[in-house]
């Protein structure tokens, strides 16, 4: 059974970090895309950031609103994802997701979400 668990949500500061992770089970993560998007009532969906399979080279993709501030990253020998949020802002208080595929071609599996709030 393929299941992403995400992980790592919680109450910051701005300007203050935090890493979510993204347990994979029941597929090699390597193999796959996987991506980060986060919804909020006012915005929607909004797609954060992708790592490609390893065989074409991992490359990571990210959305202009969190480049330089977030990294995707992935740990194959875990089989899991991560998203290294730096830099926090109140806007960017949401509950955010992994997923199984690219934004524009849809995703086949979600997690069941991490709510990060950026409050002081």
């Known amino acids: 059974e393929v299941q992403l668990v995400e992980s790592g949500g919680g109450l910051v500061q701005p300007g203050g970090s935090l890493r979510l992770s993204c347990a994979a089970s029941g597929f090699p993560a390597s193999i796959y895309p996987v991506s980060w998007v986060r919804q909020t009532p006012g915005k929607g969906l909004e797609w954060l950031s992708t790592?490609?399979?390893?065989?074409?080279?991992?490359?990571?993709y990210n959305a202009d609103s969190v480049k330089g501030r977030f990294t995707i990253s992935r740990d194959n020998a875990k089989n899991t994802l991560y998203l290294q949020l730096n830099g926090l802002k109140t806007e960017d208080t949401a509950l955010y997701y992994c997923a199984r595929g690219f934004f524009a071609s849809g995703f086949d599996y979600w997690g069941q979400g991490t709510q990060v709030t950026v409050s002081s």
């Open positions: 790592i490609d399979i390893e065989t074409l080279g991992g490359h990571t």
